[in-house]
């Protein structure tokens, strides 16, 4: 998503200790990890493309009680600084009695950076799960230098268009906690779109998931209650949260949305 967010590193090899490449095959999935040439100001756009085999899932940031949410660690980029990873709108599939967050087709991740160096190079570690009947963990270790190859823009390009947008009309205005905290109360400013349904994903950190929101009046503005389904140990409430809104073909995140207590 323009949710821009590194996740933490994971211990991952490439098989064999071998020098990584940029495609990885297990399986259920291909990885396939691309980067283009900087250009003139630094920036550096990339993407790493989950492929996914007939019948298999994988999960979103926030991916349910479940789910297995994606660790993708690039620290290790030669000559390259603010190294993100961006996520498209998901989706919702039954898993036994839960419900999950995530992509029942394969999916294009954009990848963004800014070069500090002449010869500036993705490497990512990455641990995620993959799922059919059984969940199937992947750790894949994958590298590429910038190329221009037009089938690499084009996938990219393609990779960019999948993310939310970080500014619009749909928009979170206010979120607060019920008083019994067993739901986020979402307040949206959302445009007049007859019958197009607003629907929320939120990443509020781990340990979190939340399940299909609720609406509860509209006109101009939209309320969701949206459910806790699960919540961290400590019994702590996130102070603030990803909250990513959809509605028709629209998509818009926003993100460290505050939490008031109530």
């Known amino acids: 998503m323009a949710t821009a967010l590194l996740l933490a590193p994971v211990p991952a090899v490439a098989a064999g200790g071998a020098t990584p490449e940029n495609v990885f ?38 991916p349910g009680p479940i789910g297995l ?26 898993e036994g009695d839960a419900q999950s967050i995530g992509y029942s087709d394969s999916v294009d991740l954009p990848i963004e950076a800014q070069a500090t160096g002449p010869m500036p190079h ?30 690499h823009r084009a996938l990219v390009a393609r990779a960019d268009a999948s993310v939310p947008a970080a500014t619009g009309p749909l928009t979170v205005r206010s979120a607060r906690w019920s008083a019994d905290a067993t739901a986020l109360l979402v307040d949206v400013i959302a445009p007049e779109q007859t019958g197009a349904a607003i629907d929320a994903f939120v990443s509020a950190g781990d340990g979190w998931a939340f399940g299909v929101p609720v609406p509860t009046h509209a006109d101009p503005v939209s309320s969701l209650s ?37």
């Open 226 to 262: 949206i459910p806790v389904i699960a919540r961290p140990s400590d019994g702590k409430r996130a102070g603030s949260a990803d909250v990513l809104l959809t509605q028709g073909e629209r998509a818009q995140l926003s993100r460290a949305v505050p939490i008031a207590p109530r």
């Open 69 to 94: 949410a994606p660790r993708l660690d690039l620290s290790g980029s030669v000559d390259l600084k603010d190294v993100t990873v961006a996520f498209p709108v998901p989706g919702r599939f039954r």
């Open 122 to 151: 993705l490497h990512l570690r990455a641990f995620l799960g993959v799922c059919r009947e059984l969940c199937v963990p992947v750790q894949a270790e994958l590298s590429a230098d910038p190329s221009r190859s037009l089938s």
């Open 25 to 62: 095959r297990q399986e259920g999935v291909t990885l396939r990890l691309t980067a283009l040439p900087a250009e003139a100001d630094g920036h550096l756009r990339g993407a790493l493309s989950i492929e996914l085999d007939p019948g298999w899932k994988t999960y979103w940031i926030a």
